[in-house]
């Protein structure tokens, strides 16, 4: 019993350190911190119109499976944030759905080949709360990666509508319309927001929380401060265009230099997981002395943990906070 208690632990010990690894620095958080007191004091807060309110009592029913969701799964706000930042009309109630399947299924077929019940539902439980988490965030990135590449551009524009003469809400609303792809969405979000009584602060905010990028954060806090203390804002914009554009060029700078070092974790870290799965499913009898055998179970703990502190090192050595 001891050493199954050891590999689990082992087990949980490798993934834990490799979430926490290759999470790297929380860009958008640090950027939060510094703006925290920035923001509090000129974000002039006010609450929600009435209209507003309305509008989203009458479109908040949800469908059975999404109140089962919610009910189910833990901080559903926080996953309702999450779908909503793929732009993908995802459900709380379909990711359940899916944690659900992928839960279930691998399970059945795990003991159908012939493993350990107690490791069936480890591997099943990582892949079914792990897969969809990993998806999601994938989608996250791709979309605020995209932002993030034609948001300078966007700004560029408004810079131009303001020396133009038009006022910044009117510029939005044209940035909206002729900007496509993520910042033309997010754009028009805001227009909308303020065509049914928000505030441009507010507006501005709310989609600067949901996206979470310290660069739409930059943004923000620029117009609420121009707004209260006056000055350029035209001159004031086109200097963060040029600033968000040197940003992202750093970051493309760093990303290239140390590619071939995340590639090579990668590589080494996964190798053993995939050979221990095809040689497992060539010869599930010879595999299975893993799960039988206490000195092959303490050394497999054992080396989990070394590999597992390797590919720590490795990954905080190419991640890097601009």
């Known amino acids: 019993m001891l050493p199954i208690l050891m590999l689990g632990g082992a087990v949980f010990l490798v993934l834990a350190m490799l979430i926490a690894a290759f999470s790297g620095p929380s860009t958008a958080r640090a950027g939060s911190r510094r703006l925290n007191t920035l923001r509090d004091r000129h974000a002039g807060v006010v609450g929600p119109a009435a209209v507003e309110t309305q509008i989203r009592r009458a479109s908040a029913s949800q469908s059975g499976m999404d109140t089962a969701a919610l009910r189910l799964l833990p901080n559903p706000a926080e996953l309702q944030k999450r779908l909503a930042m793929t732009g993908k009309p995802w459900t709380v109630g379909q990711y359940g759905l899916v944690t659900l399947g992928l839960i279930m299924v691998p399970t059945l077929l795990l003991l159908l080949k012939g493993a350990p019940i107690w490791l069936a539902l480890f591997l099943s439980l990582a892949l079914g709360m792990g897969l969809p988490h990993f998806v ?3 989608f996250i990135k791709r ?3 995209k932002f993030t590449a034609k948001f300078p551009d966007a700004i560029e524009l408004l810079v131009r509508g ?3 003469g038009l006022p910044i809400t009117e510029t939005m609303t044209v940035v909206g319309s002729e900007v496509s792809g993520p910042v033309g969405e997010e754009f028009r979000a805001v227009s909308d927001k303020m065509k049914i009584g ?6 501005l905010q709310e989609t600067a929380d949901r996206l979470g990028t310290p660069e739409f954060q930059f943004f923000t806090i620029t117009i609420a401060i121009q707004r209260e203390t006056g000055g350029n804002l035209a001159e004031t914009l086109a200097n963060l265009a040029e600033v968000l554009r040197k940003r992202s060029q750093m970051k493309l700078k760093i ?4 590619s071939e070092s995340k590639a090579s974790a990668l590589i080494v870290g996964s190798l053993p997981f995939i050979v221990f ?3 497992w ?4 009898d010879y595999m299975m002395n893993f799960f039988k055998d206490e000195r ?3 050394a497999g703990a054992g080396g989990l943990v070394w590999m597992s502190l390797g590919a720590f090192i490795m990954a905080k050595m190419v991640n890097f906070e601009i």
Request: net charge positive.
């Open 136 to 138: 999601v965030s994938f």
């Open 143 to 145: 979309r605020v990666g």
């Open 281 to 284: 499913f060539i010869n599930n």
């Open 255 to 258: 990303k290239a230099m140390s």
């Open 277 to 279: 799965g095809l040689v």
């Open 198 to 203: 928000r505030t441009l602060d507010v507006a």
């Open 162 to 164: 303001l020396r133009s």
């Open 296 to 298: 092959l179970m303490v």
